[in-house]
């Protein structure tokens, strides 16, 4: 697709509506110069008119007639006019007209019209008026009716019309240029927070990612959220970035390690005969790598799949937290017996949640497995849950060894162990809790750690309920 120029578009618009602008400005102008023109010329005709009236005069001749005195001969030379008496007797009239027929003007018509005479266009008007012929000493006389017609070119009035809307047009035209110089320089100038805002994130890389918008960018009230957006989606980057950095190092390390071990166990095999218990012995350490190094990659697959999948993904499912920390119970109850931990469960009659159950089983095995290995011989595990507000609350509470105060804020970092000796007896690679941590998260939860060495640990996990009733919903549906 190709690129276009946010500022020549908005440009080109303001332009446009002032073009159109100025389009309906000139209408209007010829609509009112139109108007105001003929109404002005036709109080000029009346007016010349009336004063040609004025030039009729008595005759002073037997019959009583009356006559033009010559004063019409002040009259402009362009304009027409005849003029009649009672008889249709022409009185006077123009020298560039010849004579239009009386019929035409039948009737009193104030309103000019228009008459063609030569190669011109003219609007004229007649007039009908009253001369007294012989007043005498005792006034009276002898009514004398006249008529006149009186015309004026159109010409010059079509021509200021034009001339007016010619004004208008052309300085439309010159403020829609001014317009547009101005605009261009004002966006220019308005539009440079932005540009530096861009620059400014152009030099934002994987190897710097530091975005530090200036005062006149977070000053400026429509790109300040903007800013603030990029400022806090640079900083999750990063922090992603890191830990993905992190992972990967640690990945390479437990793996590494892991191999190193497998190797060793192999060379050792190698180095002299060895005798069929011998060699039974290390393919069995062999394998206990092998399995560790399987566990391994399954936790860093599982971890990437909770933490890549989006909450739109899931599908739609209810989980009863009861039932699910039942058959955990149940499945770790092997363990228990074997480590001589027992395990009491305090739970609700229903309390449902919207996770699948494959997840919550996850997350409640690995915090009751960790509890179990760490747990004295004798020493009970209470796990029970409760409805706190509108969280379903899971409580794993044992009386083990405990974490240090200072490992506990980065017991949910992956492949984190307080006591990497103790862990890796234990078969432990450090991502048990990432994983519970993330699922837990990725369901708007949390999971919180308290521990005291020697005392013992608390895992509280709070997931959102639907409620303790889901009606219609067999239990433990996923």
């Known amino acids: 697709m190709k690129p276009y120029s946010l500022k020549r578009r908005l440009i080109a618009s303001v332009l446009l509506i002032e073009l159109v602008s ?41 019959h009583d007639n009356v006559m033009l005195d010559g004063t019409e001969a002040n009259l402009p030379k362009s304009d027409i006019y005849e003029v009649w008496d009672q008889n249709l007797r022409i009185l006077g009239k123009s020298p560039n007209w010849n004579g239009i027929d009386p019929s035409f003007f039948t009737g009193h018509n104030r309103k000019p019209q228009k008459i063609s005479a030569g190669n011109h266009l003219y609007g004229a008007i007649r007039i009908s008026g009253m001369r007294m012929v012989d007043p005498g000493d005792k006034g009276g006389g002898i009514p004398r009716t006249v008529q006149i017609v009186y015309g004026s070119p159109l010409e010059p009035v079509w021509d200021s019309i034009w001339e007016a809307v010619e004004f208008y047009a052309w300085s439309s035209i010159v403020l829609l ?5 101005v605009m261009y320089w004002l966006l220019n100038r308005e539009l440079a927070p932005l540009r530096e805002l861009a620059e400014q994130a152009t030099r934002v890389s994987v190897a710097s990612w530091n975005f530090h918008p200036s005062v006149r960018v977070t000053r400026t009230t429509e790109l300040a959220p903007l800013a603030h957006a990029l400022q806090t989606l640079l900083l999750g980057l990063e922090r992603s970035f890191s830990k993905q950095r992190q992972f990967v190092g640690d990945a390479a390390h437990e793996l590494k390690t892991a191999l190193a071990v497998f190797k060793s166990s192999l060379q050792l095999l190698t180095m002299k005969p060895r005798t069929a218990a011998e060699y039974q012995a290390g393919l069995e350490r062999c394998q206990n790598d092998c399995e560790r190094m ?10 990437a799949r909770v933490e890549e999948e989006q909450p739109t993904d899931r599908e739609p499912s209810i989980t009863d937290v009861s039932i699910t920390l039942r058959n955990v119970a149940q499945q770790l109850d092997s363990l228990a017996q074997v480590r001589q931990v027992p395990v009491h469960l305090t739970l609700a009659d229903q309390l449902f949640v919207a996770m699948q159950t494959s997840q919550l089983e996850l997350v409640c095995s690995n915090i009751l497995a960790n509890a179990l290995q760490h747990s004295s011989p004798g020493k ?36 984190y162990r307080s006591d990497p000796s103790r862990s ?10 990432s994983i519970c941590h993330a699922i837990v998260t990725a ?36």
């Open 294 to 303: 399987e566990q391994i990659v399954a936790g860093m697959l599982t971890l």
């Open 380 to 415: 009970a595990i209470e796990v029970v849950n409760r409805l706190r507000e509108t969280y379903a609350e899971i409580e794993f509470t044992d009386h083990g060894e405990g974490i240090e105060t200072a490992s506990l804020p980065f017991i949910f970092d992956r492949f």
């Open 424 to 433: 890796r007896q234990t078969g432990g690679a450090g991502l048990g809790l």
């Open 443 to 478: 369901h708007q939860g949390s999971i919180e750690i308290s521990s005291e060495v020697g005392k013992g640990t608390c895992v509280v996990i709070r997931i959102p309920a639907l409620g303790p009733n889901i009606p219609e919903t067999p239990p433990g549906l996923s």
């Open 177 to 181: 240029f001014l317009t547009g110089a």
């Open 22 to 62: 100025a389009i309906c400005v000139c209408v209007l102008a010829f609509g009112y110069e139109h108007h105001a023109r003929f109404r002005s010329f036709e109080i000029m005709l009346h007016g010349r008119a009336d004063s040609l009236l004025g030039a009729v005069q008595d005759a002073e001749d037997a």
